[in-house]
């Protein structure tokens, strides 16, 4: 049901190989039976999907069209399809689709749950004008309407909020904490906006790069640290007058900055290790004796539930995270290979490509 693609083809954004890539003429995916067809609007480029850029995914088999930060209106259904969106409603889709048979997710917990699938992993992405739904996805995935007000150049971007959520929630942070996030990429920058919304009392940021510092600083942190000049504890220790942040995120896939967050952390605190290690850097020699004796509490956390992507929503439509901050470059789904090339050289903080 809905409009009625034929034999018709798209553009979408093709990785071919490792550093092979751009926008392709491609088939317009088919309306899965029991899913639905986006036609996609705008979609997000990730920190994942510059890896896979550069040098490709282990769950993904080349070719693959990628891109998981989608925003679109509903063009079609199938016809075995229950979903609650009717044909036009505008989504905000995020890739995550749950089991919904393992403990965590009858729990309730979705964001631990132990087989969970991703669009532009399981299934085709959405850097393209049109993207698959399935059933999975609209039975247990994470989907939303948009909310009133809030730009669909920028409703995907509700993907990394979730996730920022998700960890900010789990550390507690909360009325009159100090902060301190190691690295101001897009997350380290969503995280200051959430911990203030949250009550921080003061939000430090550090970094090795001074462009992504200057960026950073339009989410007007309390303190900006060039970690290439200056010893990152120490200065953390500084600010806090001897003490320690309460909190400490690790928003980087650094070793050493894992190390350093447990160093700088005050008794008590809480260290956040939000970024994942490439495998061969994994096991980065953290001082255990640090975590004992100043009673720290070390928490992972990946992916999210359902309940964080509606909460990224209503903080975007808030304006309480500045989406116009975060995003600091739009471009049309032709100009990819540009759009990438400035997000790889690291000259952007968040890159959105809109397709309609």
Avoid at 48 to 57: A, E, K, M, P, V
Avoid at 84 to 99: I, K, M, N
């Amino acid at each position: 049901m809905g409009v009625n693609m034929g034999a018709k083809t798209m553009n979408a954004v093709v990785v071919q190989a490792p550093g092979e890539y751009g926008v392709e003429r491609v088939p317009v995916p088919d309306c899965p039976e029991a899913g639905l067809l986006l036609k996609v609007h705008a979609c997000g480029l990730c920190g994942s999907d510059l890896r896979t850029l550069r040098r490709g995914h282990h769950r993904v088999t080349l070719p693959w069209i990628i891109g998981h930060e989608v925003s679109g209106t509903v063009a079609a259904v199938g016809a075995r399809y229950q979903g609650r969106w009717q044909l036009g409603a505008p989504l905000s889709v995020a890739p995550l689709a749950f089991c919904g048979r393992c403990d965590p997710c009858i729990e309730g917990r979705h964001e631990l749950c132990h087989d969970y699938r991703e669009l532009a992993q399981a299934w085709p992405g959405g850097l393209a004008e049109y993207m698959a739904i399935p059933e999975p996805c609209v039975r247990l995935g994470t989907i939303q309407t948009v909310p009133d007000g809030l730009d669909m150049d920028v409703a995907g971007i509700a993907e990394p909020i979730s996730s920022c959520i998700n960890a900010q929630e789990k550390g507690r942070i909360g009325l009159g904490d100090t902060v301190l996030v190691i690295g101001t990429g897009p997350i380290g920058c969503i995280h200051i906006s959430l911990a203030r919304s949250r009550g921080a009392d003061k939000v430090f940021v550090a970094d090795l790069q001074a462009a992504r510092l200057a960026m950073a600083g339009a989410f007007e942190p309390d303190a900006l640290i060039d970690a290439s000049k200056t010893d990152l504890v120490e200065e953390a220790r500084r600010l806090t007058n001897g003490k320690g942040p309460d909190v400490v995120i690790s928003a980087n896939p650094s070793p050493k900055s894992q190390v350093a967050a447990v160093e700088m952390a005050a008794k008590g605190g809480r260290v956040l290790l939000f970024g994942g290690l490439p495998p061969e850097e994994s096991r980065p020699g953290i001082d255990m004796n640090l975590v004992h004796y100043n009673a720290l509490h070390v928490i992972g956390t990946t992916i999210f539930a359902p309940r964080h992507q509606l909460m990224a929503l209503r903080l975007m439509a808030s304006g309480r995270i500045p989406m116009d901050r975060l995003v600091t470059h739009r471009f049309p789904l032709a100009e990819f290979r540009r759009g990438a090339g400035m997000a790889l050289e690291g000259r952007v903080l968040k890159a959105v490509f809109t397709v309609s």
